[in-house]
C-alpha cells in the first residue's frame, strides 16, 4: 500500500476531486457525530459544570438564562463543540491520506508522529484546564460573593448559560492549542525555518509573549493568567531540546550520507582524467 501511495501521480484535477471527497468525508462525518451529540447535550453541559457545582458552597446556586432561545443555542453549541473534539482525528486522518503521495518514505515517517500527536496534546490541554485550573479558578471568582447584612444587599453569583459556556470553551482552546507549540516549533525546525539557537535567544521574548497571550485568552484573573502563561513556558523550553535533537539527529544524516557517497565521488573524479590520459596516449598527441 505504501508501494502505491509513493508510485501514484495525479493530474491537478484528480487531487481536487480527492480533496472534495476527503472534505465532504469529514463533514458528514462530523455532522453525524453532532446529531449524536445533540441528543445528550444536556450531560455534556452538566459535565462542563460539574467543575463550578463542586467549588458552590452556598444553596440556592444555579445558572440562569434570559433569552428563550440561549439554551437551545447553548446545546447547539455544545454538540458542535463535542463534534469537532471527537471527530479531530478522522479529519487529521483525511488530511493525512490526502497529502501522503506527495511525500517520500522518509518524510512520512517524519510527519506521521507529528500527526499523531497533535490530538495527543490538545487533549491533555483540554484535561489540564478542565481538572486543575477551573477549579482554582472558580474558587477564586467565588471569593467574590458577599453575604451582605443590614443595609446591604448580599453579592451572589447567577451566571448564564451561554456566557458560561462561552467561557469554558475558551479556555479549553486555548489550553489545547497552546499544548502544540513544540510540535509547531519542532516541526518549522526540520524544514529550516527556526533553531534551537534562535529559540534560546529570544527565550525572554518568548516569556513575556506567553504572559500576553495569557491576559488575552483566559479571564482577568491571576491564577487562570499564571496557569496558562507558566505551562506555554514550560512548552517553550521542551521546544529547544525538541528542536536540538532533531538537529543531532539532521546532522548525523548528513554525516552518514557524506560517508556514503565519500568513494564514489573520488572514483567518479578519478574516471575522466584516467580517460584524457589514455585517449593521449593513443593518439600521440
Not at 78 to 96: E, H, K, R, Y
Not at 207 to 212: N, R, Y
Request: charged letters at 20%; glycine letters at 6%; hydrophobic letters at 55%.
Amino acid at each position: 500500500m505504501i508501494k502505491d501511495i509513493d508510485d501514484s501521480k495525479a493530474p491537478l484535477l484528480e487531487h481536487l476531486v480527492e480533496l472534495r471527497s476527503r472534505l465532504i468525508r469529514s463533514v458528514v462525518v462530523i455532522l453525524v457525530l453532532f446529531v449524536a451529540c445533540f441528543f445528550v447535550a444536556e450531560d455534556i453541559y452538566i459535565f462542563l459544570v460539574q467543575p463550578l457545582a463542586d467549588v458552590f458552597d452556598r444553596e440556592g446556586a444555579r445558572l440562569i438564562y434570559t433569552e428563550l432561545t440561549e439554551v437551545f443555542f447553548t446545546y447547539v453549541k455544545v454538540a458542535m463543540f463535542t463534534a469537532l473534539f471527537i471527530g479531530f482525528p478522522f479529519v487529521a486522518a483525511q488530511l493525512w491520506l490526502f497529502i501522503a503521495p506527495g511525500l517520500y518514505r522518509n518524510e512520512k515517517g517524519a510527519f506521521l508522529p507529528f500527526l499523531v500527536m497533535t490530538p495527543v496534546l490538545f487533549f491533555t490541554g483540554g484535561a489540564l484546564v478542565y481538572y486543575v485550573i477551573f477549579p482554582m479558578a472558580w474558587v477564586f471568582f467565588l471569593g467574590f460573593e458577599t453575604i451582605g447584612g443590614d443595609g446591604t444587599l448580599p453579592i451572589q453569583l447567577e451566571a448564564k448559560v451561554a456566557e458560561y459556556l462561552s467561557l469554558v470553551m475558551k479556555l479549553i482552546f486555548a489550553f489545547g492549542l497552546s499544548f502544540e507549540l513544540p510540535l509547531l516549533l519542532t516541526l518549522m525546525a526540520r524544514v529550516g525555518l527556526t533553531s534551537s539557537k534562535g529559540l534560546a535567544d529570544k527565550r525572554k521574548y518568548s516569556i513575556v509573549m506567553a504572559f500576553v497571550a495569557a491576559a488575552i485568552l483566559t479571564p482577568p484573573d491571576p491564577i487562570s493568567q499564571i496557569s496558562l502563561a507558566v505551562p506555554i513556558i514550560l512548552l517553550y523550553e521542551i521546544s529547544i531540546i525538541a528542536v536540538r535533537i532533531v538537529e543531532k539527529r539532521k546532522k548525523k544524516r548528513e554525516a552518514a550520507a557524506d560517508d556514503d557517497d565519500g568513494p564514489s565521488g573520488s572514483d567518479a573524479g578519478d574516471g575522466p582524467e584516467e580517460v584524457v590520459e589514455e585517449t593521449d596516449f593513443n593518439t600521440g598527441r
